[in-house]
């Protein structure tokens, strides 16, 4: 008797048809469905046989899209490729893609929006050391390098204060 609802291969076809997956990824969603072992690993072969599947490609576009459009920096998103099921190495070949300097941009301009203070006010030492210290967690959890984080806090409130 054949169990009610979509094929393993019309299930994966689904979750694609919503935003492109890993394979690690894949194979959980289609075992978290309760298909069978055998009928995962052959609708992860034809996903991979008709070009569906293809982590080095997974993991080039989810850093080109997650770096624009969400500000994610280099470190979130080497966790995030992680959590999908990508090998070091891969996720490695997509951050590499990531310029330096329009990450460095990019966390100069969320500093800049979430800084919440006036320039006089960084005059006072606790007033600045607190927008130091909250400029700092917002982007070391957005992912930036600490480096990064380090001087562009500095800098955007040296700009303030000025």
């Given amino acids: 008797m054949e169990k009610p609802g979509p094929s393993p291969w019309d299930a994966a076809l689904r979750l694609l048809g919503t935003r492109a997956r890993s394979r690690a990824e894949m ?10 072992a055998d009928e995962v690993e052959h609708t992860l072969r034809r996903l991979d046989d008709a070009g569906l599947l293809d982590d080095t490609e997974f993991a080039e576009e989810w850093v080109r899209s997650r770096h624009q459009f969400s500000g994610r920096g280099r470190v979130a998103l080497k966790r995030e490729l992680r959590t999908k099921g990508i090998d070091d190495e891969t996720a490695a070949v997509a951050l590499a893609q990531i310029d330096p300097d329009d990450e460095r941009a990019q966390a100069v301009r969320l500093a800049e929006k979430k800084l919440n203070v006036s320039g006089a006010e960084l005059a006072d030492r606790e007033v600045r050391a607190k927008a130091y210290r909250r400029l700092a967690g917002a ?24």
Wanted: hydrophobic content about 30%; glycine content about 6%.
């Fill in 27 to 36: 194979r959980e969603r289609l075992e978290k469905r309760e298909f069978t």
């Fill in 139 to 162: 982007l070391s959890r957005r992912g930036f390098p600490s480096d990064v984080v380090g001087s562009v806090v500095k800098e955007v409130l040296d700009s303030a204060r000025q």
